[in-house]
Structure formats: C-alpha cells, structure tokens
C-alpha cells in the first residue's frame, strides 16, 4: 500500500494535492494547522489529520515524541 505525507493539506496547493492523492486511493497523513473537514467526510478511511504548526518547534518535537 502507497502513503504519503503531506503538509499545509488544509489550503490551496496541499488540499488539492490531497484530493489527488485520496482519489488515487493513497492513504495519507496531513498535517496542518486546520483540518480539512469536506476531505476528511469524503475520504475517512484514508485521511489521518494532525493539527500541528509547524513553525512551533515545541509542538513538532513533542509531537514526533508521541506527545
């Protein structure tokens, strides 16, 4: 099974690189500071959402951290 990781999948160019990817059946991961609500109805099975600012590096390493 193909994954994929995707940044900013909330907004412009990463949501419709998002749509690209769960229409092609790809499960993905996508981190962002909103969630993508209309995706996440559409593709629940393939569309794992974690709201994160990447730009908080507190928040990043607690998260890589399983925090």
């Given amino acids: 099974m193909i994954k994929a990781v ?5 907004r412009g160019l990463g949501a419709a690189l998002a749509e690209a990817l769960l229409a ?3 499960a993905t991961l996508g981190l962002a500071r909103r969630n993508h609500a209309v995706l996440a109805a ?5 569309l794992h959402e974690v709201s994160i600012d990447l ?3 507190a928040a990043l390493q607690s ?3 399983g925090g």
Avoid at 42 to 46: D, E, F, G, R, S
């Fill in 24 to 26: 092609r059946g790809i």
């Fill in 55 to 57: 730009a908080d590096s």
């Fill in 6 to 10: 995707l940044t900013g999948h909330s």
């Fill in 42 to 46: 559409h593709y629940p099975q393939l």
């Fill in 63 to 65: 998260w890589l951290a």
